[in-house]
C-alpha cells in the first residue's frame, strides 16, 4: 500500500531547532508526504521551504494540553493562517469536555475553525471514556471540523484501534487522525485499514 499522502510528519519536540524543522521538511519533500506538523515558531520557515511542493504546512494550536482560553486558541490559530499555515491541529478542552460543558467545547471548536485552515481536533483519547469520546467526536462535527484526531503523543497514550472505532460511529463527516506511538510501516496501514485518512508520526515511513 502506497501510504505516503497519508502521512503528517511530526516534529513537536521543546528542544527542536532550525536545523531539526529543516530536515523534517527535506525528508516530507523526498517521500511526497501529506504535510509537515509543527508548533508555530516554525510554520513560516517551513512555508518557504516547502514552496513549490504539495506538502502542506500543519500547526498545532494550544498544544499539548488543551486548557488555554478560547480566545487564546482562535487568536493563535489566526496568527499561524496569517504565517502560512495551511491546517490547523487544536487540542480538545479536555476538562471541560470531562465536566460535560459541551457549550465551551463547541464554542472552542468554533473558535479555531473560523480561522479557514484546515482543522483537526485532537481529543487525547487516552484521557476519556468511551462515551467521552463518542461526544466530542459528536461536537466536533457540529462545530465544523474537518478531521477528529486521537492523540497528542505528549500523554499517557497514544492511538488505538478501539478508539478509531468510537470515532468513525460518530464523527459524522469529520475524517480521522490517528497519531501517537504509530512508527512503523505495519501499523500505519492497520490504521489506514480501520478507515483513518491521516497518520501522525514523527517516524520516517
Do not use: W
Not at 521538511?25 to 516547502?50: P, T
Not at 484546515?118 to 465544523?144: H, M, Q, S, Y
Not at 478509531?164 to 480521522?176: D, L, N, Q, S
Amino acid at each position: 500500500m502506497e501510504i505516503n499522502k497519508y502521512i503528517d510528519y511530526t516534529n513537536l519536540k521543546a528542544d527542536a531547532t532550525k536545523a531539526d524543522i529543516e530536515r523534517l521538511c527535506e525528508v516530507a519533500k523526498a517521500h511526497g508526504y501529506a504535510s509537515v506538523c509543527v508548533n508555530s515558531r516554525y510554520v513560516s520557515f517551513c512555508k518557504e521551504l516547502l514552496k513549490g511542493t504539495d506538502v502542506k504546512v500543519a500547526c498545532v494550536v494550544g498544544f499539548p494540553l488543551g486548557a488555554m482560553s478560547v480566545e487564546a486558541k482562535a487568536f493563535e490559530a489566526k496568527q499561524a493562517v496569517e504565517d502560512g499555515a495551511d491546517e490547523i491541529d487544536m487540542v480538545i478542552a479536555v476538562g471541560a469536555l470531562k465536566e460535560g460543558d459541551r457549550a465551551y467545547v463547541f464554542a472552542d471548536v468554533k473558535g479555531v475553525h473560523a480561522c479557514g485552515a484546515t482543522l483537526k481536533v485532537i481529543l487525547e483519547t487516552c484521557l476519556l471514556t468511551d462515551e467521552e469520546i463518542a461526544t466530542a467526536c459528536e461536537i466536533c462535527a457540529e462545530a465544523g471540523a474537518d478531521f477528529v484526531k486521537t492523540s497528542t503523543g505528549f500523554s499517557t497514550g497514544g492511538a488505538t484501534l478501539h478508539a478509531v472505532e468510537i470515532m468513525k460511529a460518530h464523527c459524522g463527516k469529520c475524517k480521522i487522525k490517528a497519531s501517537g506511538g504509530i512508527r512503523d510501516y505495519e501499523t500505519a496501514v492497520k490504521y489506514i485499514e480501520a478507515g483513518v485518512s491521516r497518520i501522525g508520526t514523527s517516524s520516517e515511513l
